[in-house]
């Protein structure tokens, strides 16, 4: 059997929020043509999560495998409405999707907004070209609630 491990970060776990960061920041480049992310701008979104993470409003969670982080979430209490959490980005490295990493990340995260936030929902926020996604959100209940269109000029 393979040997995954899942755990919840901390302030402590900067370069793990530090990666969590970079893919962060270089993620939009996979749906928007012209993005550009940049060191500056992942060493501070790295400083927000470590501060973010003192307050406890905050939730990371990675699973490894051989020391290696093959999957995480982060989301947030929202700061404007205290009964939603919102996923700020989930990420899967190629060779493991499809695996279920995503999904247990995702039921993990369900426990900790109902029991420690005492939410009410999850909002989440998928790029359309982004089908697997989701299809797994539809299976553990999400829904559509609006459409974001765009047009270029």
């Excluded at 939730?59 to 409405?81: D, M, R």
């Excluded at 695996?99 to 369900?110: D, N, R, T, Y």
Aim: glycine share 4%.
């Amino acid at each position: 059997m393979e040997d995954y491990k899942q755990r919840r970060l901390t302030s402590h776990d900067e370069a793990e929020l530090y990666f969590i960061a970079k893919l962060h920041e270089k993620l939009p480049a996979g749906w928007i043509d012209d993005y550009q992310g940049s060191e500056e701008t992942i060493q501070n979104t790295t400083k927000e999560l470590v501060a973010k993470h003192q307050h406890q409003h905050v939730y990371c969670s990675i699973i490894e495998h051989q020391n290696k982080v093959i999957s995480y979430i982060w989301a947030e209490l929202n700061e404007s409405n205290s009964k939603q959490v919102d996923i700020i980005s989930l990420w899967t490295d190629e060779a493991y999707r499809g695996q279920g990493h995503a999904k247990q990340l995702k039921i993990a995260l369900e426990t900790w907004a109902k029991e420690d936030m005492h939410a009410e929902k999850i909002h989440t926020t998928v790029s359309s070209k982004n089908t697997n996604m989701v299809k797994l959100n539809e299976k553990l209940g999400y829904h559509t609630a609006y459409y974001r269109m765009i047009k270029p000029l």
